[in-house]
């Protein structure tokens, strides 16, 4: 279990792209399906793709349903811990300023995101 490199973008680029990456490894889709998915989903919405309200729509069209995490301990509770807490299944983790998806306990990511913190997560049938 723990950080898995990974970058979809066809280019190689991390542009701010985190949901779009995250999505694709989490959907097992392409980055190019994930960015047209939400592109969609924005022009919809009348919002801009990487937009949490966008993002979170999306995934909750496919199926996904969001879960808050406990803030008794905000400060403590990591990415690491997460992933050593849920060693099956898939999520996505919104963190402050980032995305990480999390698959059977390992979180996909450009850059070692292990101690950020979680503030919710999005999985399918938990």
């Given amino acids: 279990m723990g950080f898995v490199s990974y970058n979809a973008n066809t280019f190689g680029r991390n542009t701010f792209d985190c949901i779009v990456r995250a999505l694709s490894v989490l959907m097992d889709i392409t980055w190019e399906e994930a960015y047209v998915g939400l592109t969609a989903q924005g022009l919809i919405m ?6 949490d309200l966008v993002w979170n729509g999306y995934l909750r069209k496919h199926g996904y349903h ?37 698959i ?17 997560y999005w999985s399918k049938g938990e």
Avoid: Q
């Avoid at 979180?107 to 950020?116: I, P």
């Fill in 66 to 102: 969001m879960t808050l995490l406990p803030d008794y301990c905000p400060d403590c509770y990591t990415v690491r811990k997460f992933c050593e807490d849920h060693p099956r299944g898939r999520y996505m983790l919104k963190l402050r300023d980032h995305v990480v998806a999390v």
């Fill in 46 to 51: 009348r919002d801009m793709p990487i937009s």
């Fill in 104 to 120: 059977d306990g390992d979180y996909y990511d450009t850059w070692n995101s292990g101690e950020e913190i979680p503030i919710y």
